[in-house]
């Protein structure tokens, strides 16, 4: 029998797609990331936590909303790790948890800045639309 744990680890692995042993730690995914200052916990550690089944820490920071969902760290693997795709199955898993959205699309013009990037602001539809 799969503790809670164990069992939110696998549903993440499975809605991800990724196999987070692939990952060699050479940090290029992090190192790209346009998030990267505002993030707690960068591409590269979403991979080592999900893989020592951290999910805890993972799942209460704000990293799963800085995260721009640009997939630059997806394209810069060489391994094909796909760090992006587990950050999304995180933040879904929250929110399938809390039963709500982190944040309406109503809430988005209100935040916006003239320094935010167009990319951030349709990340931020297509996140919070489903």
Do not use: W
């Not at 960068?42 to 080592?48: A, I, K, L, R, S």
């Not at 799942?59 to 997939?71: A, G, I, N, R, V």
């Amino acid at each position: 029998m799969l503790n809670k744990t164990e069992r939110q680890k696998e549903q993440i692995l499975r809605m991800s797609g990724v196999n987070p042993k692939k990952c060699m730690r050479c940090g290029k995914c992090s190192g790209t990331c346009p998030s990267y200052d505002e993030m707690e916990y960068h591409p590269h550690q979403f991979v080592y936590m999900v893989e020592n089944g951290d999910l805890e820490a993972l799942m209460q920071s704000d990293s799963l909303y800085k995260c721009l969902s640009c997939f630059a760290c997806v394209d810069r693997c060489p391994r094909g790790v796909e760090p992006a795709k587990l950050v999304e199955a995180i933040r879904l898993t929250v929110i399938r948890e809390k039963g709500a959205n982190h944040l309406k699309p109503d809430d988005i013009p209100g935040l916006l800045d003239d320094e935010m990037p167009q990319q951030a602001i349709m990340s931020a539809l297509r996140k919070y639309s489903k």
